[in-house]
């Protein structure tokens, strides 16, 4: 079993960062991507930046310059710097994880990014 567990959401102001973590455990064999989504009220979870093995990074276009993803490997760890927020930014954000190329997604619960004056 493998749980990922986020932190580090809360409210800030636009313009302001936040940094959210989230810890990979359980039976962490290997790591094949790790990456953020998130979803607003009434939309689609979207793609936020998601980091492969092979150190190809992806980021959602309204994100990039904005936002960086980063792996730690020894502690099955992935975070997300997220700068110059926008209230558009506003969602719950939800790690993602995959050991293999064809195995199963585990997702975390989510936690809250709340971007507002």
């Known amino acids: 079993q493998v749980q990922l567990v986020e932190s580090g959401g809360g409210l800030v102001q636009p313009g302001g960062s936040l940094r959210l973590s989230c810890v990979a455990s359980?039976?962490?064999?290997?790591?094949?991507?790790m990456g953020w989504y998130r979803q607003a009220p009434g939309k689609q979870r979207e793609l936020v930046a998601s980091?492969?093995?092979?150190?190809?990074?992806n980021y959602a276009d309204s994100v990039k310059g904005r936002f960086t993803i980063s792996i730690d490997n020894a502690k099955n760890t992935v975070y997300l710097q997220m700068n110059d927020l926008k209230p558009e930014d506003t969602a719950v954000y939800y790690c993602r994880l995959r050991r293999t190329q064809y195995g199963p997604t585990y997702w975390g619960q989510g936690t809250q990014v709340t971007v507002s004056s």
């Open positions: 359980g039976n962490i064999f290997s790591i094949y991507t």
């Open positions: 980091q492969y093995t092979s150190d190809n990074v």
